[in-house]
């Protein structure tokens, strides 16, 4: 975690800035009283509260893994890149980073600090960020309660995870910018297709922000065709239905071996103007 990444971190305790010492191996912060956390072997940091609650296991962020890694949502990863280019986004904050797909795709040209409460996807994220030799950082933490520090960050990133808002706003600089993507109304209807009788559509994403500025709006639209039984298991592992669908609908993907399908993203990108 460089010393720019580290900048933008504050205590989980007291709210204080944070250095690291000179061994590398601990971060501490500039309190009266002097909190201090330790390195991970990958590189990450644990600055959850204690009741800040759990993310995705070790299973989910393995199928994950392999799923993107793939490159089946390559064009999604490709077109945040582009928007970021676009805009004054030399420090972004991805807020749900998960196994840091898209967090370590983002940190090749700037500094990005990945967050999530899964301990096994932060420190994937991290180990991936070492091997690639990325500018990316990452902490175990909630994106309702984030140790970042107010007003800087220039960009937020949310892909499908929750939207908090007043979070969001809070460590975005002024005139900064939250990037968020949720699923479009005919995203994956080729798995839906597969698993269900009579397949709907999606309704959007309903935690769109109230305070910032909408400055632009796309869609993202493409086809993918999943090869293998374990990668069509692995994008499913992905989705909402995953919770919801029975045994006997699950039981059709058990069939296949190749499954087409649309993708179908929102984009939206607001600005803080306050």
Known sequence: MNDRIV?????????????????????????????????????????????????????????????????YYASLSDTINEILDFLPSKTVLDAGCGEGYYTN???DCRDVLGIDLSRAGVEYAARRAKQLQTRAGFAVASLFSMPVQTASVDAVVNLFAPCAEEEFSRVTKVGGYLVLVGAGERHL??????????PYTNEGRADLPSKMKLVEQQRLQT??????QEMIEALFSMTP?????????????????????????DIFVFRKDF
């Open 7 to 71: 900048a933008l971190l504050q205590c989980p305790v007291c709210q204080s800035s944070m250095t690291v010492t000179e061994d590398g191996k601990v971060c501490r912060c500039r309190g009266i009283k002097t909190h201090c956390f330790d390195f991970a072997r990958s590189g990450h940091l644990h600055l959850a509260g204690p009741h800040a609650g759990e993310g995705d296991g070790k299973e989910a962020i393995l199928a994950r893994r392999a799923f993107l890694d793939a490159g």
């Open 105 to 107: 795709r983002m940190a």
């Open 189 to 198: 209807m080729g798995l839906k297709r597969a698993l269900y009788e009579h």
């Open 223 to 228: 086809e993918i065709t999943v090869e293998g």
């Open 241 to 265: 239905y995953y919770w919801r669908t029975s045994d006997a609908d699950r039981a059709k993907l058990k069939c296949l071996e190749r499954l087409s399908t649309e993708l179908d993203f």
